[in-house]
């Protein structure tokens, strides 16, 4: 079994940053990839970062490449979601994902999921 659990979320400004973290616990067994979704109230869920935890090969949705940037600390099974320049726009629940070979636009791709942590940026 995986267990992900997310931290960092909160509430800022618009223009400012948030970091979240994203930890991940048991069964490393097809899980070579990590990543962050959001969904925002009445939307769907977005697939917005993707890291192969042994390549760190590095996948960005249009809507946050360049001011986004997905990392990890492979000792402590942790990948972060550094957020610059934020907008309203932003404001969602931010999910952390694990699976093997899975991909940003296939949701179902990914089989191991944390309980979110709230982002909210204020215009």
């Known amino acids: 079994q995986v267990k992900l659990e997310e931290s960092g979320g909160g509430s800022v400004g618009a223009g400012g940053s948030l970091r979240l973290a994203c930890t991940a616990s048991g069964s490393t067994y097809r899980r070579n990839v990590m990543g962050w979704f959001r969904q925002a109230p009445g939307k769907e869920r977005e697939g917005i970062a993707l890291?192969?935890?042994?390549?760190?090969?590095?996948d960005y949705a249009d809507s946050v490449k360049g001011r986004f940037t997905i990392s990890q600390d492979y000792g402590t099974r942790t990948v972060y979601l550094q957020m610059n320049n934020l907008s309203p726009e932003d404001t969602a629940m931010y999910y952390c994902?694990?699976?093997?070979?899975?991909?940003?636009?296939?949701?179902?791709?990914?089989?191991?999921w944390g309980g979110g942590t709230q982002v909210t940026v204020s215009s």
């Open positions: 994902a694990a699976g093997h070979n899975p991909t940003l636009r296939n949701e179902r791709s990914w089989p191991y």
């Open positions: 890291i192969y935890t042994t390549t760190e090969d590095i």
